[in-house]
């Protein structure tokens, strides 16, 4: 069963357009969840996580429990906000340990 | 630097033959783990490690084995490896093992393998 959703392989707007890329997770507990991002030809790096609550780059997360999302927002999509997207989960909850990242979303920002 | 170093880059092998992957992390992180990442499926983890010594399978561990004897090093090691184990595979670590303090993953490059 799939732990982490990301519902959308491929998402793309225009520059200044909102985006939205979806997350849901299944999880029982008080989960803390975290997106990642894979610019073109970069590592693979920390986007934000839920546990600090902060804007990084322009994106926001929130956690809805009762939806079980994460999803990533931005109101302004910027041409370098093309890349793809993972949002994981560990599993321990507070812990790391098993990981699970969904399948990934390619976010293209068009001028 | 502080970085995450993964050996070889690309690899080309033949089904059958050993193979070890090494991983090396010089910010001196509690946790470590190995993720392989193949289209459509995103990255699914393959085994991890909470402390030296110390190592726990992942969601895909069939067909790998790992060790950790230092807290530097985690090599990941197919001993027979098949054509279904080509793919692109991540190192990562992170300071702590507890979310709270960091939960942060560093990556490696990755390492594409290749098994004819």
């Known amino acids: 069963a799939q732990r982490v959703t990301q519902p959308e392989k491929l998402l793309s707007v225009f520059k200044g357009a909102p985006v939205e890329l979806k997350c849901n997770y299944s999880?029982?507990?008080?989960?803390?969840l975290f997106w990642y991002v894979q610019y073109s030809r970069q590592r693979l790096q920390l986007l934000l996580r839920?546990?600090s609550r902060e804007s990084i780059k322009g994106f926001t997360a929130d956690l809805n429990k009762g939806e079980t999302s994460f999803h990533l927002k931005k109101p302004f999509a910027q041409e370098e906000d093309s890349a793809m997207y993972y949002c994981a989960l560990p599993w321990g909850g507070s812990t790391l340990g098993r990981l699970y990242f969904g399948r990934g979303t390619q976010l293209t920002v068009w001028p | 630097e502080a970085q995450v170093t993964q050996n070889p880059r690309y690899l080309i092998t033949v089904t059958g033959k050993k193979l070890t992957v090494t991983c090396s992390q010089n910010m001196n992180h509690e946790y470590m783990s190995w993720y392989r990442q193949d289209p459509g499926l995103g990255l699914r983890q393959i085994y991890y490690?909470?402390?030296?010594?110390?190592?726990d399978k992942g969601d895909v561990p069939e067909g790998y084995k790992v060790s950790r004897k230092e807290k530097r090093n985690f090599p990941l090691i197919l001993e027979s490896p098949s054509p279904n184990q080509t793919s692109l595979y991540f190192c990562?670590?992170?300071?702590?093992?507890?979310?709270?303090?960091?939960?942060?993953?560093?990556f490696g490059e990755g390492s594409r393998l290749t098994v004819l």
């Open positions: 990562a670590s992170s300071f702590s093992v507890m979310v709270g303090r960091t939960g942060e993953l560093f």
């Open positions: 490690s909470m402390n030296v010594e110390v190592t």
């Open positions: 839920h546990i």
């Open positions: 999880y029982s507990g008080s989960p803390e």
